[in-house]
């Protein structure tokens, strides 16, 4: 089992930055991936970023390119989504999650709000 915490999420105005931290604990060494997602009142579920265990590689959705980072530190277990240039359309509920060698994320978070206001 992977437990999964994030943290980090708050209220800004339009244009800020806020930064999400998720820290994993339990079994972290069978992850091979861990990504955040993010759900908005009434709208389902989105992937937002995803980086890789090994080698660090990153992808993002195309809403949050070029304002939004994710990193990670593996010494410490934890991802980190760093979000800037922050719209009304971000404020959602966001979701850390983990995946081991299937595309099915298996471990989640209890979320982080992040609203912004315009």
């Known amino acids: 089992q992977v437990q999964l915490e994030e943290s980090g999420g708050g209220s800004v105005q339009a244009g800020g930055s806020l930064r999400l931290s998720c820290a994993a604990s339990?079994?972290?060494?069978?992850?091979?991936?861990m990504a955040w997602f993010r759900q908005a009142p009434g709208k389902e579920r989105e992937f937002v970023a995803i980086?890789?265990?090994?080698?660090?590689?990153?992808n993002y959705a195309d809403s949050v390119k070029g304002r939004f980072t994710i990193s990670r530190d593996n010494a410490k277990n934890t991802v980190y989504l760093q979000m800037s240039s922050l719209k009304p359309e971000d404020t959602a509920l966001y979701y850390c999650?983990?995946?081991?060698?299937?595309?099915?994320?298996?471990?989640w978070g209890q979320g982080t709000q992040v609203t912004v206001s315009s």
């Open positions: 980086i890789m265990r090994t080698g660090g590689s990153t």
């Open positions: 999650a983990a995946r081991g060698v299937t595309a099915q994320y298996d471990y």
């Open positions: 339990g079994r972290t060494f069978s992850t091979v991936a």
